[in-house]
């Protein structure tokens, strides 16, 4: 039998569609999605794979076909036919995918308003905020839970910069988050401190359901603080402070890497993200100022930390950790050189 | 021999040379001015840094081949991974397109050489130096801080090794821009009488495109990179923060001239195809102008996508919407490139030789490249994908899948015009399975792995990705195989292999119209041109029924057979242009 091509095309153009539209929706590529946000921007990429699925296969199928049916034969040492151009099928392959990539921004622009990307609130708090440490030196971080910490981001409203970072969702602005936690990355740590409770924790916990606000930072070097399973990442940049807000749908724990290259042991730079319920995180929260509570006590029985420099908390230190203790005095110089500044 | 292929030779017979230009191997070693020297001077020494480059990836993936940290030390990985990048980009694969093009343009375009040949020169003998330089940089501790460098960890992780890298970029972007203007002149300048811009083969048109990009884009890389260097010996603070300094403002200045650099570095290999393609279809190329328009088209907007790098850090919401958009439009041009190829192998006579088939590799790779670029460019998706594995493989397929699959198809489609002899077919396709089947047994594993949470730049990772890891180390071993018939197989062409002819592959561009290899200066006469570039075919016109001509409208391009009139030769100039006359009257 034979079938005419404009049959045979129709049915590869049907075939095409429905294996696209298939493995579109059922590739499994991504981890799970615990997160609103995460939810959205899976659609956008399952969206993005249908097309992508047709487009890939149908390159491919042209390129097989070429290979098998119109290899030369043998002795066959004429031309081609003389086919220049043919404007309507150029002015095809030059609009449907125009109009393709614009269907896909028009999208995208949705998602990213959607989580919050375009909040214009978050324009309120993103001051030039200098790191005054050592550069590269982790040790001379602010040590968790100490004032500058938990202080940030600083509040200079005659500095404000453009918000870096996503905010909340249009159905939250101009609301604050339930959930405010300040992040600090270090070489090769992430610091989680809760100004509300004073709690500081090297993993980050927060409650499900609820809007979590995370507001970055960086002592030393560049970081990128991701969520794989929640679908975002956002720099953590020296000098100025950037923001992620969230929420958490699904309980259960996942990792928090660093993304940006910082240093040799960037691929050791891990924590947790444990999502608990409201109750289990409320009760974490109490633990662990429990915790900070008898740390302090034992503190202040020695000496009160808060009240000195990095320089003058680490002197007594600095002989077992192998610092010299001028660069110890120059940390010094260049905090209050920093201090001046602002 | 088809009527096409006669016409132009036959044209062109008083303009070839009488023998094969031949050159000492000493005059490969010297500061020689022939733009044929260079282009070879230039192709051996990338590949010999594309090996090196290629070494340090095989240890990068002999590292990554189990989750630990064990074959090297973490601050040695960055370093391995740092040299690689910057090798592979700014040793390999730019000067490897001014290569090729210093080689074959100025003979495409009928010239006895390229406007500057000192210049030309000195652009060549500033890479080897640079790199050595480069290389040096282990001596004292080599960068480790990423090919992007960004401040402040540049700014504080080996401060003799980072200057090295500087020193070495600005020294390479110096030999880039010299190429560049040399490129531009040329084309404006040079090219035979009669030959317009929409006469000229279409890897000329990449090239005039890629160098735009290099002349508008490169001084702002040079630009951030003095400011790094003030930084990093003389403690000012343009991008340090400890003093004030603002370290996205080099993310910017360095993303400016590295978005761009892709396309510098991709856009002279879609000329390549432009050439093979036709030639071994026996095909006029599809859409000339569109091809040729929407170089132009890549060049300008490759210039206003830079932050798309930066979604995840010093970009504001309403940027990241420009930037997404530029960058989307940019599948639009890309995307007429590739359906315009695959409608010219479509119903052709296709020649699978190796030079086709690596050029049906990059197509087919590229796609994938290209696809999710376009995924990349959606913010919300970006913020998720960025620095991970998924933009290692995406960058792999646009620059290994497409460029580095569009060199291998240049040296195979123009090595018999530069040596004279042809290479062996049946070692360059297995030269060509070896490639493709590693090339994405090591890269396509990485989507899924970036897409699972795998960062790049990583020396040890969670051990639940070490089976997809190892297989990508797997695919790199069979990778670094690969490139051995190739070496073989060129090292004993070049001696021992079959003599090629002047035009072994019966093409219709000017640098066929000469010796193989070609004298100095390349033609004995001015060449002239008796049909177009890509007119395969178009001496049975008359018979062909019912085939959509695009240009049916144009009476110059309509000509068919007698389409010497194209042209336009000068008549003071051209050599026999009664035969030509003579030609298209015996078939009328």
């Known amino acids: 039998m034979n079938i005419p ?13 429905l294996v696209s539209l298939w493995y579109g929706q059922n590739h499994g590529l991504l981890p799970v999605a615990a997160s609103e946000e995460a939810t959205h921007v899976d659609n956008l990429f399952n969206t993005m794979m249908t097309i992508s699925t047709g487009l890939f296969l149908l390159v491919q199928g042209v390129l097989v076909i070429a290979a098998v049916k119109y290899r030369r034969r043998k002795d066959d040492n004429t ?61 001379a971080a602010p040590l968790p839970g100490t004032e500058e910490t938990a202080s940030q981001p600083q509040q200079a409203p005659e500095q404000k910069l453009i918000a870096l970072g996503v905010g909340a969702s249009p159905a939250h602005e101009g609301t604050t988050a339930d959930v405010v936690v300040n992040v600090t990355g270090l070489q090769f740590a992430w610091i989680f401190s809760y100004p509300d409770s004073g709690v500081t924790s090297g993993e980050l916990h927060v409650p499900a ?134 | 021999m088809t009527q096409q292929v006669q016409l132009q030779e036959s044209a062109n017979l008083p303009a070839r040379g009488e023998e094969p230009g031949q050159r000492k191997w000493q005059d490969y070693f010297t500061f020689n001015g022939d733009h044929k020297v260079i282009g070879i001077q230039y192709l051996v020494t990338t590949f010999i840094f594309y090996l090196i480059g290629g070494m340090l990836a095989t240890a990068v993936r002999t590292e990554l081949a189990t989750p ?154 040079a630009a951030a990179l003095i400011l790094l260097s003030f930084d990093l010996l003389a403690g000012t603070a343009f991008f340090n923060p400890t003093g004030g300094g603002d370290p996205i403002v080099y993310q910017h200045m360095f993303w400016f001239y590295s978005h761009p650099a892709v396309y510098i570095m991709i856009l002279p290999f879609f000329g390549v195809l432009s050439e093979v393609i036709p030639v071994n279809s026996r095909k006029p190329i599809f859409g000339y102008k569109a091809i040729a328009y929407s170089s132009l088209a890549i060049s300008f907007l490759g210039l206003i996508v830079w932050a798309h790098h930066m979604f995840t850090s010093g970009t504001p919401g309403w940027l990241r919407m420009f930037f997404m958009i530029t960058t989307m439009v940019i599948a639009v041009p890309t995307g007429i ?7 010219t192998l479509w119903g052709g006579k296709l020649r699978l030789n190796s030079a086709l088939l690596f050029a049906m590799g990059f197509i087919s790779t ?73 090339f994405n047994v090591t890269f396509l594993p990485m989507h899924v792995l970036g897409l699972q949470g795998m960062p790049r730049r990583v020396a040890m990772y969670d051990p639940k990705f070490a089976t997809l890891n190892l297989v990508c180390s797997i695919g790199a071993y069979l990778l670094a195989v690969s490139t051995f018939p190739f070496i073989i197989n060129a090292i004993w062409s070049w001696s021992k292999g079959p003599k090629a002819g002047d035009n072994p592959w019966d093409a219709l561009t000017l640098e066929w119209m000469t010796t193989s290899p070609p004298p100095i200066e390349n033609f004995d006469a001015t060449p002239v041109l008796a049909t177009g570039p890509y007119d395969y075919g178009m001496g049975n016109r008359d018979t062909q029924v019912g085939v959509p001509f695009s240009d049916a409208k144009d009476p110059a391009l309509s000509a068919g057979p007698s389409s010497a009139l194209r042209a336009d030769p000068d008549p003071a100039v051209a050599a026999h242009p009664d035969d030509r006359q003579g030609e298209s009257q015996n078939r009328e």
């Not at chain 1, 959607?114 to 905020?129: A, I, K, V, W």
């Not at chain 1, 691929?267 to 302090?296: C, Y």
């Not at chain 2, 080689?103 to 040949?117: E, N, Q, R, S, T």
């Not at chain 2, 290209?370 to 290692?392: E, K, N, Q, R, W």
């Open chain 2, 366 to 438: 590229f796609v994938l490249g290209g696809i999710t670029g376009v995924m990349v460019a959606s913010v919300p998706f970006d913020i998720h994908v960025h620095d991970t594995y998924f933009v290692v493989a995406h960058l792999h397929y646009v620059l290994f899948g497409g460029s580095v699959f569009g060199i291998y198809s240049a040296f195979y489609h123009w090595f018999p015009k530069m040596t004279g002899r042809m290479m062996n077919e049946t070692w360059g396709r297995i030269h060509f399975a070896l490639t493709y089947i590693g």
């Open chain 1, 79 to 139: 031309d081609g036919p003389p086919i220049h151009g043919n404007i309507p099928l150029e002015i095809l392959w030059t609009a449907i995918p125009a109009v393709i990539v614009l269907g896909i921004s028009v999208y995208s622009f949705e998602i990213y308003n959607e989580m919050g990307g375009l909040d214009p609130m978050s324009s309120h708090d993103h001051t030039l905020n200098v790191a005054h440490n050592m550069p590269g030196a982790a040790i």
């Open chain 1, 209 to 342: 359901n609820r809007e979590v606000q995370l507001n970055i930072a960086a002592n030393d070097v560049l970081h990128a603080l991701w969520l794989p399973e929640l679908r975002l990442k956002q720099d953590a940049i020296p000098g100025r402070t950037t923001e992620l807000r969230f929420t958490p749908a699904k309980v259960g724990e996942y990792p928090v890497i660093c993304a940006e290259l910082c240093g040799s042991y960037h691929g050791a730079m891990k924590s947790r993200l444990i999502v608990h319920t409201p109750e289990e995180f409320d009760s974490w929260v109490k633990s662990q100022q429990e915790v900070a509570n008898r740390e302090v006590l034992e503190q202040a029985v020695a000496v009160n930390p808060a009240n000195l420099s990095e320089g003058e908390y680490l002197a007594p230190y600095a002989e077992d950790m192998g610092v010299n203790p001028q660069i110890l005095e120059q940390l010094r110089s260049s905090h209050d050189h920093a201090a001046h500044n602002f």
């Open chain 2, 68 to 221: 630990d940290a064990d074959f090297v030390s973490p601050e040695l990985y960055n370093s391995l991974f740092t040299v690689h990048a910057t090798i592979m980009i700014f040793l390999w694969i730019v000067p490897a397109g001014a290569g090729f093009a210093n080689y074959i343009l100025p003979l495409m375009i009928g010239a006895k050489d390229m406007a500057f040949p000192k210049l030309n020169a000195l652009a060549f003998w500033i890479i080897p130096p640079a790199g050595i330089l480069l290389l040096s940089s282990f001596l004292v501790g080599a960068p480790g801080a990423g090919w992007t460098s960004y401040p402040p960890l540049s700014l504080i992780s080996g401060k003799a090794g980072e200057e090295i890298w500087i020193l070495s970029l600005l020294l390479l972007g110096t030999s880039s821009i010299l190429g560049a203007v040399n490129f531009v002149v040329t084309i404006f300048k040079m090219r035979i009488p009669g030959m317009g811009f929409n006469q000229m083969p279409l890897f000329c048109w990449a090239m005039l495109a890629t160098s735009a990009l290099i002349l508008i884009a490169t001084p702002v890389l």
């Open chain 1, 5 to 17: 091509n404009s049959i045979l095309t129709m049915l590869a153009g049907i075939g095409l569609t």
């Open chain 2, 337 to 343: 490139k590739i359906f315009s190829w695959l409608a």
